[in-house]
Structure formats: structure tokens, C-alpha cells
């Protein structure tokens, strides 16, 4: 099993010391002027100096959306494609090249509608990836349509009498998509972006970063219950691997596997039942524990909202596996001889 | 009767089959006191139809190289449904195999079997509308009974109502003695069965001299784990060939000589069009240094080219199954940006599906080799017939202007040199093309001369190292949009490069730096510019064959270059002249095209859809290009396209 270090280790390192500066590309960036996707793009160069890959080694590959204008801002390799598609583009480029960092940018209509098939298979498959999923709940781009993590009964110009579907939780597909990594965080929380991107950097394998983004155009404050001091107390469930699911006022409440029916629930946190407080295991083989997490949020409210590294295990990562068939193939048969391929073992000769 | 090959000459599928007959001289001495009859023939067709499961295609795969390694020129013509086993005994459950061999040059599979091997009453009804009078049919008589025979509406016996008087049948109880030969290896009556098509094998095997040791080699090989199954299949086998040599039915057998005078000095093997298009793409990747990176999904009757590449991890080659078709041309996309030769493998609905991705490659300027095997369509159509109806898709079927140049094979083993036209054209010019083969080049097979392999063509390619644009104030930069002057390919600039980072993307761009622009006057010129790049694409000039200065000329693509020029030459042969050009390069067309097609009162287009390069050449040639249509799944047949030629000359 490869651990962080062995996979980050075949992506040259930089020969000097970076700064935020070299990863700004001479771009005019021309999201809307308020949008989160300012503070994402601030954090991601602000970490990249931290992680001192060469940044010619550094892929940015994103598909179409506000935040799949990304790479454009990116002083590195950058790939802005098509609808839905960056996953796999993604992992054509990853696969075959273990020597980048791979990352890919995209929305919750890109990564969770119309690209849902290549996010399931990128998660499953493992591939060397990060994914980062700005969600802001909405369509910006095609202005203001309800995307699939909209709440039920979003009114929008496409649906003026409220949407019918019920929102995808992004986490939640990621775990049942037999992720590896998968963590959630907030825009305006450069501190806890930085951490979870650091996460996501050492995780061999594909991680699964859903951001929650403010889109102050179309959905403005559709995070504010997350953001807001006084709410967010309440409302926000930091999960840190080891440490006790604590959260609310004075860490007044806690999470508890409830033993009837195994499911995990909210309890206000006394003398007696402290010691049933659930400690946070990101790394346990089981997703179920995590599963459960992730449903803790109320889709519409997004009250008890956990944020964090909801789940980090180590899984063989496709690319190795690829690049190791290709070893013991020359191994088994030696490297390949053209013209002994094309001779073949059934073949005649006509003397002229 | 006097020869296997007895229909009339304007049957025949060669045109000197006119000139020297079916029949050569028997050769002195085989007639004799206790030996049978050896009579030689020039060319054979003979067809293999039975159920599904009853092993037709690897009884046919099977002669089909005993043929090969005997030095016979062969064409071959799997037919199958697309249901893996469709149920038994039924008209749709037939599945077949053509393979026409000869001592001389041929180009098809042949149009009517000599031969017909009929292993149930399904697989006679199915077939014997093909077979011409005096042709032999071997019967399996053991499936002859009632409910086999209403199940296919025969209401009495075929084999007894004097209905195939006009053949030359012979009745043989092949599951019975599949069954008694294999008594001894204490397998069930059911398993002893599954051996009755090496029991026939056995038999032609007999009936045609050819070569045994190769089919027991393999049967060994390919039953390795099961010694017993193994064993009893070459048994089987072994009792086919006794079984013609001695029972009294059989009286004659026949030799065709190796097609010495056909085959230029070399060494040959027998090669099916997707393994040439595979090994093609292996030796691309060779000459070009670059590993190669297949994206794809499974489709008929592409997925073998997945299969084989698959197999050639020694050679650096990585292949991906992806989950849809989008996702395979994707990660080819990707890898592609990487620095490998890049390649997705689909056949018509597939590229449907992957038309976006083919436009932003067009936008991305990155190589990319999208192999479309065609079926029959639209939609679902047929999957496992073959059809040559996706040439506009490949050349229009995309959103705004994005043109793609387009390489069609000819033959089997021309797959492999026109995957490596493809692989240069996209290289060089850092563009996607389409490999256009079809169903019937992808199944069917020929003999193939090895190539040398240091005589393949240099496709190595130069990446990007540096700057190279100096903006006004004297700084130094990496344009990706700047072009090379002579191919107008940009540069090819992959991730690791220090000092050449840049984002491309599928917006418009502006010309040289790549930055996003929404220029109107900008737009323009990258539109006219993509286009001005695929139009330059160096491709050689159409060669025509007109050898007594005709009048009309034949021009054709694709798969149909066997038939055409077999039609060609029976019209020759009959004193008619005609003069024959076929593409390989359909866009961008061949400089001279529009002066060949000035140079004949008529032009006519054979093509397996509705006229879809007669399309092409009357809008952009403005002739009068007449097509010659047939879209009923299968390729031509070469008698039926001289008549139709002729009648097209004449009118």
C-alpha cells in the first residue's frame, strides 16, 4: 500500500522556495465581484507554496461552470474542457502521468448532474485525484437555476412554483461512491480550507473536497446559518480524527451511536453520558460510521452540518495499479518487441 | 460432378476465374484401384452456419489459418448476430463464416458458397437461399427431426422431399459419430456434443488438404487447463478427417495450390482488420516514442481492439475501461495533454456520444485518434453488420466548425498502415482524426505481409521546451496558440515543462497568446485557421487504375476497395473498360481528386449507406456523381456491383 509520502514523491519538488505570488497567473479573474469563489482561489495559492511541488508538475483541470474558470488563475498546467467531463480527462492525464498533481475544479451542477457518472467512477476507481466541489447550490453561470443540491422546493426562474427533486448530499454520494477521502469545508474558513486541503494533498488516491460556496448573485447567504457566530455554534459539527464529536455552545452537545437502532444522533452532553460521546475515526475501514455523519445535516437548514475530514483510509489508488501491470508485464514477457508481435507465431514465407 | 467450383462464369467472383476455369487437371495417379479421387481446384468458398453455441466462428477461425499457413490467398466473412446466444435452432440464432481461398489473388470473400456446412435445419434454412445449384451442402443430420425442423417451418424433411435435388448433399450424422467417437473419455452425452464442429472441421479439413498440426497445437493450447476436454476436441477432429477419408460418400477430395504467384517474396501471417488496427497503433506508438494511452468502452464490433491492446502492457501501452464512451475519449483526451498517443476506440453510437469531446479536442488542438468501427445504424441498428454510413458524422457531426480529418483502410491489413496515417496526421498537425474501418474489415481477414520494422515511418514528434514569443516590451514567453508556420500545428507543450505553463480550454482563444477572447475579428480567423490546418494536411495523390483510357471511373472508400475491384476486373475481363481510384483520405481529399473526377463523362460511387461521399464529391466538385447503394448490413457482392456497373455505363 503506498503511503502519502511514497505518492507525492514522484512529483518533482520545487527547487526554490514558492510563494503565493508564483502560482497567480497573469489572468484579470472575472468572477463576480463578492463571489466565493475569491476565497477558495486565494486559499488554494496560498496552500500551494506549503505543498513545494514543482509547479510545472501542478495540473489544474476543471469542466464548466463559475468555479471551472479556475485553471485560468492557476500559474500552472490548466485544462478548462467540458460539462461534467474534468473527471475524466482527469484521470486519462493522472493515469499516464504519475510524475503531476493532479487536482480538478468543479460545481455542484458539473460534478453532480451532468458529470455525476465520471464523479462516481473517479471516487470508486481511486484514481491519484483532487476533487475540489464548490457547491453554492444553485446554477450560477446559466443564471440561477436550481442545481441538484438545491433544497426542495428552490423557487427559480426554472422553477417558479419550487423544485421537486430532492438534493443530492455530496458527501453522503462520495461515501456510497466507495471514496477514500472525502471532507467538507467552507469558503469563508480560510483557516480549516487550508487544513483540509493539506488532507486532501497527502491522500494517496482520489480525495473528494465539497466547499461550500456563496454565489451572492443567485443564492446569497445559503450558507449563513454555517457562517453566522451566534448559529453557527449550533449548526456547524468540526470533526477532528480522534477527538470526541462535540459541538454547540460550551461543546454542549454531542453525537451518540444510539444502540436500538445503531444510528447516531444528537444528544445535549451530561456527566453520565459523556463517556458515549463518539470519537471521530477518519480512518476506520468501515464507511458506515461516516455515513452516518453525513446525514446528521438537515438538507434544509443544514443544521448539525459536520465539516472536516469526514473520511481518510488508504485504498489501492488505480494509477499505481496501472503502472505495476505495466512492470510485471515486462517482467513476465520482457519488454515488448515489435517485430515479434507483428511475426506472430503462425506465419509463412514465400521466396521470390 | 465435375468441379467444386462449377458455377458459370459470370458467377465467379475473380475474373481470370473466366480466363482458366474451376478446374485443373486431376492430378495422374489419385484415381486409382483403393484411392480416392484428388482433383484440383483454383478457389474454394466455403460457408460454416449453424446455432450460436455451435462454435461456427472458431470452426471457421480454425480453417481459416490451417489455410493461411498452407499459403492460400483468403478473404473471409464472419456473420453473426448480435445476441450471444440467441435461441437455439432459430433463423435468428444462425451464425456464420464465409471464407473464400484460391492459388491466385483475390479480393472478396467470395459471393455463393461452394460449399455449405448446415449443422441444424435452421442454419440450412437460413443459408440456402446463397447457395448455387451443384454446390455441396453437408448436413448435420442428427438435428433433423421434427421439432427442430417445425421450429424453422421446414414441415417435411428437406433432406427427403427432393427439395435439395438440385445440390450435391451429403447427410452426415455428425453429433452421433461426434458422440461415439468421444465414448471412451466418459464425458456426458451433452459435453461429447460440443465437439461435433471440430468432427466437421475434421472433415473439410479432410476434404480440402489442409494442414492439421496447427488446429491440434491450438486445441491443446487453448484447452491447456483441461487436458481431458483438449483430448477429446483433437479426437473429435482426428475422426472428422478418418471419417471423410474413409466412408464411401466421399469420393473426391480437392487441393488448391498455394497462391505462389500472388504474394511478392516476404514472410506472411493471416491478419484480421482490428488486430492490424491494433498492431498498427503499437507500432505508432513505437515510431512516434510516445506511450500509447487507449480510452474506451466496450462496443460491437470495437471491443477487440480494446481486447488486444489490452494484452501489450510490455510495450508501455495503457489501456483504460471507462465508464461510458464520453469518459473513454475523455482520459484519451487527458493522457493526450500528458504527452501520449492518444486513442478511443468506439464504432458509430459511441461517437455520438463522444462528438463533444472530438469538438474540444478540435478547440484543444491536442492529437487524438478516434477509431470508429462502423455498423449498421442509426441508433442500436446492427450491432454486429457492417455499414459505411458514419462518414458525414465523422465529417460534420460536431457543434460549430470543427473540422477532423477522416482515414479510411481499405482491407484487413490495410488497417494497419492507415492507423499509422492517423496517428501521423494527428501527431503532426496536433489534431483528432477519424480511423473510419467497418465491421466487415474489422472481423474479416487476409493475408498480410509482415512489415519491416525499420521500415516504418519516422513519427516522433518534438515537444515544446521553451519560449517561444517575445512580447514587444522583449520578455520572453510561451505562446500554446503560436503555430508552426508550415503545418499551422501548435506547439505541443506537456505538464512538467518548467518555465511553459498554460491553461487551454474550449473557449475561443486568441491567436497565439490562448488567452480567453470573445474577439469577433479573432474568432473568425481561428475558425478560418483550424480549417486552413486540416485542409493542409499533406496526403498522397489518388491513384487511379484505368489501364485502356475509359470513359467512366468507379471511385470508392472504405471497405468496399475487395468488391469494386473485383467487379472492376470482371468488367475488364469482358472487354469493358473502367477505371478504379479508392480513398483513403477522406478529408482532407486528395489534391488531384477534382482533376481525376474532370477527367471522366461519369463518375460512379459504390457505398454502403445512402450516398454519403457522392454527397461530399458533388458539393465540393460539383459532378455528377452517380451512387451505388446497398445498406442491408453486408458488403457487396462483386457480381452484383459489376452488373451494377455496367448498367450505370451503359445508361
Known amino acids: ?352 | 460432378m465435375t468441379s467444386q467450383v462449377s458455377s458459370p462464369a459470370g458467377q465467379a467472383d475473380e475474373a481470370n476465374e473466366a480466363l482458366v476455369g474451376g478446374q485443373r487437371a486431376p492430378r495422374s495417379g489419385h484415381a486409382g484401384a483403393g484411392e480416392k479421387e484428388i482433383r484440383r481446384l483454383d478457389r474454394v468458398i466455403i460457408r460454416f452456419a449453424g446455432d450460436s453455441g455451435d462454435g461456427m466462428q472458431l470452426t471457421g477461425d480454425r480453417f481459416t489459418s490451417e489455410t493461411a499457413s498452407f499459403g492460400n490467398d483468403l478473404s473471409t466473412l464472419p456473420n453473426f448476430p448480435a445476441e450471444i446466444r440467441a435461441p437455439a435452432g432459430t433463423l435468428p440464432g444462425v451464425s456464420s463464416f464465409q471464407l473464400h481461398f484460391a492459388d491466385h489473388d483475390i479480393l472478396t470473400p467470395g459471393d455463393a458458397p461452394n460449399v455449405l456446412v448446415a449443422m441444424n435445419p435452421a442454419a440450412l434454412k437460413a443459408n440456402i437461399g446463397d447457395v448455387p445449384r451443384g454446390a455441396e451442402i453437408i448436413v448435420n443430420t442428427d438435428e433433423f427431426t421434427k421439432r427442430p425442423m417445425a421450429k424453422v417451418g421446414y414441415e417435411t424433411s428437406p433432406l427427403e422431399d427432393g427439395s435439395l435435388e438440385a445440390y450435391n448433399v451429403h447427410p452426415v450424422p455428425l453429433t452421433t459419430l461426434t458422440v461415439e467417437a468421444l465414448k471412451e473419455f466418459g464425458l456426458s452425452r451433452k459435453e461429447a456434443e460440443r465437439s461435433k464442429n471440430m468432427f466437421a472441421l475434421g472433415l473439410l479439413s479432410w476434404m480440402y488438404h489442409r494442414p492439421t498440426e496447427g488446429t491440434e497445437a491450438f486445441l491443446r493450447a487453448k484447452f491447456a487447463k483441461k487436458p481431458q476436454i483438449a483430448e477429446a476436441n483433437v479426437t473429435a477432429f482426428r475422426a472428422g478427417w478418418n471419417f471423410g477419408e474413409t466412408t464411401e460418400d466421399f469420393a473426391v477430395s480437392y487441393e488448391v495450390a498455394p497462391a505462389a504467384q500472388a504474394f511478392p517474396a516476404g514472410t506472411y501471417r493471416n491478419i484480421s482488420g482490428n488486430l492490424a488496427l491494433s498492431y498498427g497503433l503499437i507500432a505508432a506508438s513505437r515510431q512516434a516514442d510516445l506511450p500509447l494511452y487507449l480510452g474506451s468502452y466496450p462496443i460491437t464490433p470495437a471491443s477487440d481492439i480494446l481486447h488486444e491492446l489490452s494484452k501489450h502492457k510490455n510495450f508501455g501501452v495503457r489501456t483504460f475501461q471507462a465508464e461510458d464512451e464520453i469518459a473513454g475519449i475523455g482520459a484519451a483526451l487527458g493522457a493526450a495533454f500528458g504527452g501520449s498517443l492518444a486513442v478511443t476506440t468506439t464504432s458509430g453510437p459511441g461517437v455520438a456520444l463522444k462528438s463533444e469531446t472530438i469538438g474540444l479536442a478540435v478547440s484543444l488542438e491536442l492529437p487524438l485518434i478516434v477509431v470508429d468501427i462502423q455498423r449498421g445504424g442509426p441508433s442500436t441498428g446492427l450491432p454486429t453488420k457492417t455499414e459505411q454510413a458514419d462518414l458525414l458524422q465523422a465529417m460534420y457531426g460536431r457543434n460549430g466548425e470543427a473540422p477532423v480529418p477522416v482515414v479510411a483502410p481499405r482491407t484487413p491489413a490495410d488497417c494497419f498502415d492507415a492507423a499509422l496515417d492517423a496517428a501521423r496526421i494527428a501527431l503532426t498537425y496536433r489534431t483528432p482524426v477519424f480511423l473510419l474501418s467497418d465491421g466487415y474489415l474489422a472481423n474479416g481477414s487476409e493475408p498480410w505481409k509482415i512489415p519491416e520494422t525499420d521500415e516504418l515511418p519516422d513519427l516522433r514528434v518534438r515537444f515544446a521546451t521553451g519560449p517561444n514569443h517575445e512580447l514587444a516590451d522583449g520578455t520572453e514567453v510561451f505562446w500554446p496558440y503560436k503555430r508552426d508556420p508550415r503545418t499551422l500545428a501548435r506547439p505541443w507543450a506537456v505538464p512538467g515543462t518548467p518555465g511553459l505553463e498554460h491553461r487551454i480550454g474550449g473557449i475561443e482563444k486568441q491567436d497565439g497568446s490562448g488567452n480567453i477572447s470573445y474577439d469577433p475579428a479573432n474568432h473568425d480567423l481561428m475558425v478560418r485557421t483550424r480549417q486552413a490546418k486540416v485542409d493542409g494536411v499533406e496526403v498522397p495523390d489518388l491513384q487511379v487504375d484505368d489501364p485502356s483510357g475509359a470513359r467512366t471511373l468507379v471511385l470508392g472508400w472504405g471497405s468496399t476497395y475487395g468488391p469494386i475491384t473485383a467487379a472492376v476486373r470482371r468488367l475488364r475481363t469482358a472487354g469493358q473498360p473502367i477505371a478504379q481510384a479508392h480513398l483513403r483520405n477522406l478529408n482532407p481529399f486528395p489534391k488531384n481528386l477534382g482533376e481525376v473526377l474532370g477527367r471522366y463523362d461519369k463518375v460512379i460511387v459504390p457505398e454502403m449507406n445512402l450516398g454519403q461521399l457522392a454527397t461530399l464529391i458533388r458539393a465540393r466538385y460539383l459532378v455528377d456523381a452517380h451512387s451505388y447503394n446497398q445498406v442491408n448490413g453486408m458488403p457487396f457482392k462483386a457480381e452484383q456491383l459489376a452488373t451494377a456497373l455496367k448498367e450505370a455505363i451503359d445508361a
Open chain 1, 1 to 352: 500500500m503506498p503511503d502519502a509520502n511514497q505518492l507525492l514523491h514522484l512529483v518533482p519538488k520545487a527547487e526554490a522556495k514558492q510563494s503565493m505570488k508564483d502560482f497567480k497567473s497573469d489572468q484579470e479573474v472575472r468572477w463576480c465581484p463578492g463571489c466565493g469563489d475569491y476565497a477558495v482561489l486565494a486559499a488554494v495559492q496560498g496552500f500551494m507554496p506549503e505543498l513545494g511541488l514543482a509547479k510545472e508538475n501542478i495540473v489544474f483541470v476543471s469542466g464548466i461552470g463559475c468555479s471551472s474558470r479556475f485553471p485560468y488563475y492557476m500559474n500552472t498546467y490548466g485544462m478548462h474542457s467540458i460539462h461534467g467531463r474534468a473527471p475524466a480527462i482527469a484521470t486519462g492525464l493522472a493515469s499516464s502521468r504519475r510524475d503531476l498533481s493532479v487536482w480538478v475544479v468543479t460545481g455542484d451542477g458539473d460534478a453532480l448532474s451532468i458529470g455525476g457518472n465520471h464523479l462516481i467512477h473517479a471516487l470508486r476507481r481511486n484514481v491519484n485525484l483532487k476533487i475540489l466541489l464548490f457547491n453554492n447550490r444553485i446554477y450560477g453561470l446559466t443564471k440561477g437555476q436550481y442545481s441538484p443540491t438545491s433544497e426542495i422546493g428552490k423557487i427559480t426562474k426554472s422553477t417558479p412554483m419550487g423544485s421537486l427533486d430532492a438534493p443530492f448530499n455530496p458527501v453522503s454520494l462520495a461515501i456510497g461512491a466507495e471514496a477514500s477521502f472525502v471532507a467538507r469545508t467552507i469558503d469563508s474558513d480560510r483557516k480549516h480550507l487550508t487544513s483540509v486541503l493539506r488532507a486532501a494533498a497527502d491522500h494517496p488516491g482520489t480525495a473528494l473536497v465539497e466547499i461550500y460556496q456563496n454565489c451572492n448573485i443567485f443564492n446569497d447567504g445559503a450558507f449563513e446559518a454555517l457562517k453566522d457566530k451566534d448559529r453557527a455554534q449550533d449548526a456547524v459539527i468540526r470533526l477532528e480524527h480522534g477527538q470526541p464529536i462535540r459541538f454547540g455552545a460550551d461543546n454542549g452537545k454531542g453525537v451518540v451511536r444510539d444502540p436500538a437502532t445503531g444510528d447516531l444522533r444528537v444528544v445535549t452532553v451530561t456527566a453520565e453520558n459523556e463517556s458515549e460521546i463518539l470519537v471521530h475515526d477518519a480512518h476506520s475501514p468501515s464507511p458506515t460510521t461516516a455515513f452516518a455523519l453525513s446525514r446528521l445535516a438537515d438538507p434544509d437548514t443544514l443544521h448539525q452540518t459536520p465539516i472536516g475530514v469526514l473520511r481518510d483510509v488508504d485504498r489501492p489508488v488505480y494509477d499505481t495499479l496501472m503502472a505495476e501491470q505495466l512492470d510485471t508485464a515486462v517482467e513476465q514477457k520482457g519488454k515488448g518487441d515489435l517485430a515479434a508481435l507483428l511475426a506472430g507465431n503462425d506465419n509463412w514465407t514465400v521466396v521470390g
